[in-house]
Nanobody, 129 residues
């Protein structure tokens, strides 16, 4: 069992940057694949980024590649999403998720929401033009 709490959301102008944090509580944070998803009003939840349990491998949606960076600090039980060059279309509620793996490699990542076992309550990111 793991509990996730997101923070760092807010209102920014297009072109600015924002860093989201996700604090996790659990016995073995380093055993989980971590991911970020987002959901805009009237749209379905979509994949944003994921990072392997050791932090050695990452995966990004095409829409954010080159602008967003996912990192993790297993000693602090925290995963981050650094967002740069923000656009109005990035406006959404951002969710942190944890995937408890079964026989995953050290470099495994997941792009699919149904594979994740635990979810935070989300943090709002609004980008004005």
């Amino acid at each position: 069992q793991v509990q996730l709490v997101e923070s760092g959301g807010g209102l920014v102008q297009a072109g600015e940057s924002l860093r989201l944090s996700c604090a996790a509580s659990g016995r073995t944070f380093g055993s989980y694949v971590m991911g970020w998803f987002r959901q805009a009003p009237g749209k379905e939840r979509e994949f944003v980024a994921a990072i392997s349990k050791s932090g050695g491998s990452t995966n990004y949606a095409d829409s954010v590649k080159g602008r967003f960076t996912i990192t993790r600090d297993n000693a602090k039980n925290t995963v981050y999403l650094q967002m740069s060059s923000l656009k109005p279309e990035d406006t959404a509620i951002y969710y942190c998720a944890a995937d408890e793996p079964v026989f995953y490699s050290d470099r495994y990542t997941s792009r699919y929401s149904y594979e994740y076992d635990y979810w935070g309550q989300g943090t709002q990111v609004t980008v004005s033009s």
